[in-house]
């Protein structure tokens, strides 16, 4: 426990922290009331750098909280262990931390990854205790990243070795697998959908077999219905990867949500998303609050001309490079380009750079300083901290999640079963949720925004980004400096 002494020089150092954010100290205030009275809260914040609010979430966590669990991506606990701690130790303010999915035997601020939360959630480590989760917009991602399984050729060659009995019977239903899926596969090295009997008769197989070496036994557990199953071709090796990973990854973690008093820390404006899936996870939130940063609230110059092709158009193509030689034309800042799409993206790379030179970068942290960055939606907000504040974004394609994908097919299938808006209730929700984030470093540096998807203008669900953007001014033409 911290000693009286220290405890004073904690609220010195959060007083004299509070200044680069004015709610700096009010976020405090509402972390440690909910950790004192072990509230379930969540608490918006508009999207912001790291670095402003570690120390304002740290310091009533030391304060208040006897059994707090810290859940940090591998990217956030080396901030907090390699910065914010150091940077308290200089303060002479000695924290103990405790890593792993095994609880501390002490009074320790115990730390974890999303991997180790379920392994602790399944082994019941958790037992009430209070979990503090930044980034709550990204919870769900981050749960299926971490309980999604990846079944190789070695893996089934571990498997015909464990049961040499059922070898003739695994190798010919591997085969009529491996006959299916190049068979209707549309292109090479595409993802291909699992047909649910075949896999149905794979786990009726191992359930006669016994125990069987990692990961089969999680494949075995993995319910059909609740989990998206798809295989990754190999067309060069003939072989094929085989890939799980759950619909709703906190509906597969009941409780978990539900029995600790947790503190959800959101860094999107666009919340619904998140309320919908803590409704899922029955996470009774009792305090809710919103805290929006001053500098995050200034109106944003938005280049989006009423009349522009749809991207499915022929001419679509052809209408954002020209676009984008306009917009890149004669800028001294870096340029951002987002495009989920792999061809088109490599193609306009391609282009630009025919134009630009080497100023065009495919997904680089190291532009010139008039570069120009293409990349995906997922790269930018991974990477954006470490690039140059952008003077313009150019969003190519909005990120709506492509029904090509498995996953999100999958996804769309459940929802279509429960007789649910898909579009709505999924698509258009998680592509809001990555705007905010994602445009957040461009009104720091007072830059320019620009749409050239054409269903902006052209679809009903428009002025919903439009107003997730907000506040913005209409830029109707490209003049020069």
Known sequence: M??????????????????????????????????????????QLDPRSKDLWW????????????????????????????????????????????????????????????????????????KSRQLIIPEADQLSQRLRDSMALS?????????????????????????????????????????????????????DLMRLLGPSPSPWPSVLKADSRFWASWAELDHRLLQWQWHLQPLEPLQNLPGLLRDQPSVLLSGSRENDLVRTELDAAAFPATVMARLSEPN??????????????????????????????????????????????????????????????RRVVHETTAPESNGVVCCRWTWWLHHQDQLPLPEQLIVALLPLASVESPLTAARVESLKN????????????????????????????????????????????GKQVLSTLEPWTPLQRLLPD
């Open 2 to 43: 911290l000693e009286a002494r220290s405890h004073q020089q904690l609220k010195h150092l959060l007083l004299q922290n509070s200044s680069p954010w004015p709610h700096h100290l009010t976020l405090s205030r509402l972390v440690a009331r909910s950790l004192r009275r072990k509230d379930h809260t969540l608490i």
């Open 55 to 126: 120390l304002g979430l740290l310091v009533p966590l030391c304060l208040e909280a006897k059994d707090a669990v810290m859940i940090l991506s591998d990217q956030q606990r080396r901030r907090l262990l390699k910065v914010e701690l150091p940077q308290l130790l200089t303060k002479g303010i000695k924290l103990p931390c405790w890593e792993g999915h095994l609880p501390p035997s002490g009074n320790q601020l115990w730390l974890m990854n999303h991997s180790e939360l379920i392994e602790a959630h399944h082994q019941g480590h958790l």
């Open 151 to 203: 079944i190789t050729p070695q893996d089934w060659e571990r498997l015909r070795r464990a049961h040499p009995s059922a070898e003739a019977s695994l190798m010919q239903l591997h085969e009529r697998l491996s006959r299916s899926l190049f068979t209707h596969a549309t292109r090479a090295n595409a993802q291909v959908r699992l047909d649910g009997s075949e896999i149905q008769a794979l786990k």
């Open 296 to 357: 995050l609230q200034e109106p944003i110059p938005l280049f989006a001309p009423r009349r522009q092709p749809l991207p499915n158009t022929e001419i679509y193509a052809e209408h954002l490079l020209d676009q984008c030689r306009r917009l890149i034309l004669g800028r001294p800042g870096i340029t951002v380009v987002l495009l989920d799409d792999q061809q088109l993206r490599r193609q306009l790379t391609s282009e630009l750079a025919a134009e630009f030179g």
């Open 418 to 461: 429960q007789g649910r808006d898909w579009f709505r209730d999924l698509l258009l929700p998680e592509a809001l949720s990555l705007l905010t984030p994602a445009i957040a470093p461009l009104r720091k540096n007072h830059g320019r925004l620009a749409i050239l998807d054409g269903r902006l203008r052209g679809r009903s669900w």
